[in-house]
């Protein structure tokens, strides 16, 4: 599957976007790998209670906030997209 970075999650992972060849049945199995592979500055962006409720991931374009959110299955041809939560002023 294709996984997409997009602000500081892309300078975590020194990516914008890789190909993930490792099987995750769910949003969630997805990110929980990637946090361990990142460490866990990507992890308190993605699974923090505080910031993973605001941040978006979109599963072919879709936010999985109106699918199944970390029970949302995966297919290996999917395109996932990670946008932390964002603030400015």
Do not use: C
Request: proline residues 6%; hydrophobic residues 45%.
């Amino acid at each position: 599957m294709r996984v997409a970075y997009f602000a500081t999650l892309r300078d975590i992972a020194g990516k914008k976007e890789e190909d993930w060849t490792r099987p995750a049945a769910t949003v969630g199995a997805l990110l929980r790998d990637l946090a361990e592979k990142y460490g866990p500055e990507f992890r308190r962006w993605v699974l923090d209670d505080r910031t993973a409720a605001l941040a978006i991931v979109l599963v072919n374009g879709h936010d999985v906030r109106g699918l199944q959110w970390f029970d949302t299955p995966l297919a290996s041809t999917d395109t996932v997209t990670i946008i932390p939560p964002v603030g400015g002023g």
